[in-house]
Every structure is written in structure tokens, then in C-alpha cells.
């Protein structure tokens, strides 16, 4: 799967307390997170692609997006 952040971010970190290994959220003054893993092999990695699923569902500002068919 692919994962990119959208400028629609406000950096809350709601991904990252999900998926560290997938998403960073920066201090300041850059608020917008930072995909540390844009592409996660769902077969080979599906602990973490099921943890970087749910933080894409539960963006409050669905400012991820994937080439994955995510359900909200
Ligand atoms: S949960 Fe969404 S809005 Fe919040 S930091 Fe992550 S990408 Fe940005």
C-alpha cells in the first residue's frame, strides 16, 4: 500500500500515536506530519498496515490518503 499526508494535516499526531514507525509528527514549526513509510507491503507487514489503516480511518481531518480501498 501507499501512503502520502495531504496539506490538509493540522499535526495533531492522532496517526503517529497509532503507527510511530509510519507517521511523525514534527514539534514545530512545521505541524504537518511526515510518512516515515510510504509504501508497507500489506502481505509481509500486516500488523503494521492494519495499524497504518486505522490511523488513515481515524484522521479526523482525512488528510491521508492511499491507493487502498479504505472504508470510513
Ligand atoms: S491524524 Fe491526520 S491530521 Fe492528525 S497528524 Fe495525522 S495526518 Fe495529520
Known sequence: ???RVT???DGYG???D?????FSVPEEPDYQTTVL???IDEEAEEELAAR???AIQQCPKRALVTD???RF
Request: proline share 9%; charged share 30%.
Open 18 to 22: 497509532l503507527a510511530p514507525e509510519v
Open 14 to 16: 492522532r496517526c503517529a
Open 68 to 70: 487502498l480501498d479504505v
Open 1 to 3: 500500500m501507499e501512503i
Open 7 to 9: 496539506d490538509d494535516c
Open 52 to 54: 497504518a489503516i486505522a
Open 37 to 39: 513509510r510510504p509504501t
